[in-house]
């Protein structure tokens, strides 16, 4: 079958629709942002918002929650809702950590990696060969997941030093990279707290101090995804399944042999992450360690629109507010309200540009009452400061929600033979 008649199934982009933001307007918004936020820390005296250590903690915290959504991105865009990315995390989890204090850390990493598959593996053949329900079917697999790992550590951990039947051994570390000298030298120049340089600096630290092997991998698989879905047959293939399953299949496409490897590599990529969360950012294996990570990756792709690169800027989002919390946490929150009475006051140029009324009157009103509370307070609450993510999240989501189109027949239920 000629890659030409594949190309068929691939629907007409939609009249009307937004361009694509080319890579100068992106980078343009980047540096836009950068500089925002550069401002603010001089205004707020957060020096901390863009240091070595937050940038390195923010990427720790976003790696687990990027491999979710990029499992979650393959799963759907063959046309399968993936809501057990949360359960594949847990087996990933577990079985990482009990392989990886046996064998070592990398031997953990393939069996977490052989864990989260076996959670795809499942969801596919329950969705897919049985047609139940995706959200179900997800929903089952986080249940069961729970309970399976309960169970199993009950015999696998319990009685052995430093283990229990709730967290694993102390498990190897993985090597980490540090560029000598450029390290120190990103690191003192973030430290002169200069405007834009120095937040430049800092971002740049992050990325060259203490950078475990498996983060480099966990980012690799980024472009990866990319050119492997967008760039090759394979992936124009099984995106067809996720846009139109009859089309393809009257164009001699296996849809369920593509259904399957999209949700079994995304159980991979989940487990993946699972086994990120035991070996690197912890070391060891506890009960519940996921924190609901996998529906935040979730979260993350649809922010990202099903694409890679959306995806990865909403996870670094999540792991970044979730590094403020973690490092200087009050102070650096705080200051992050005036951050978004900000872009509240640029939204506000924007939606009255496009003649949104009713938004921009709601988002000055947001905004006054942010500056407010930013000028009458010195910190915010601990309690805020936990939900500052979890609410981040919900604010993005809700803001990007226009311009989002997911594929055509994600989550639609498809029997094989229907395109014949």
Not at 148 to 177: C, E, H, M, W
Request: aromatic share 10%.
């Amino acid at each position: 079958m000629s890659t030409s008649k594949v190309t068929a199934a691939r629907p007409a982009p939609p009249k009307g629709g937004r361009r694509k933001l080319t890579l100068p307007v992106v980078l343009l918004i980047i540096a836009g942002a950068l500089a925002l936020v550069s401002l603010v820390r001089l205004i707020s005296g957060a020096n901390d918002v863009t240091s070595v250590g937050q940038v390195a903690g923010a990427l720790e915290l976003a790696v687990p929650i990027g491999l979710a959504g990029l499992g979650g991105l393959w799963a759907e865009r063959a046309g399968v809702v993936n809501i057990g990315l949360e359960g594949m995390m847990v087996l990933g989890t577990w079985f990482g950590a009990w392989a990886g204090f046996q064998w070592g850390p990398w031997v953990g990493v393939l069996f977490g990696i052989l864990g989260g598959c076996l959670g795809g593996l499942l969801h596919a053949v329950i969705t897919v060969t049985f047609g139940v329900n995706h959200i179900v079917s997800g929903v089952a697999i986080n249940i069961l997941a729970v309970g399976v790992t309960r169970y199993l550590s009950n015999f696998a951990f319990d009685g052995i030093q430093g283990g229990s039947s709730k967290q694993s051994p102390r498990i190897d570390p993985i090597d980490k990279i540090t560029i000598p000298g450029l390290s120190d030298w990103l690191q003192d120049l973030q430290q002169q707290h200069w405007f834009l340089i120095s937040d430049i600096a800092g971002i740049l630290g992050g990325l060259v101090t203490g950078l475990s092997l498996l983060t480099v991998v966990a980012l690799l698989l980024i472009p990866a995804t990319w050119w492997i879905l967008w760039r090759t047959p394979f992936g124009l293939r099984l995106r067809s399944c996720g846009e139109s399953p009859v089309a393809a299949e009257t164009l001699g496409v296996n849809v369920y042999k593509y259904k399957y490897i999209a949700v079994t590599v995304s159980g991979g990529l989940a487990g993946l992450g699972g086994a990120f969360l035991a070996i690197v950012a912890t070391g060891i294996y506890q009960e519940g360690q996921t924190g609901g990570r996998g529906y935040i990756g979730l979260a993350a792709m649809i922010f990202g629109n099903w694409m890679p690169g959306g995806m990865a800027l909403g996870a670094g989002l999540f792991g970044f507010t979730d590094s403020l919390k973690l490092r200087g946490g009050a102070e650096n929150v705080h200051a992050m309200l005036l951050l978004l009475a900000i872009l509240l006051v640029i939204a506000v140029f924007w939606q009255l540009y496009r003649k949104k009324y009713v938004a921009a009157v709601i988002s000055a009103a947001v905004s006054a009452l942010l500056f407010t509370w930013y000028l009458l307070t010195d910190q915010v609450p601990s309690q805020f400061v936990d939900a500052a993510p979890y609410v981040t999240t919900l604010l993005v989501l809700s803001l990007s929600a226009q311009r989002l189109r997911m594929p055509k027949a994600d989550g639609v239920p498809y029997r094989k033979g229907e395109g014949k």
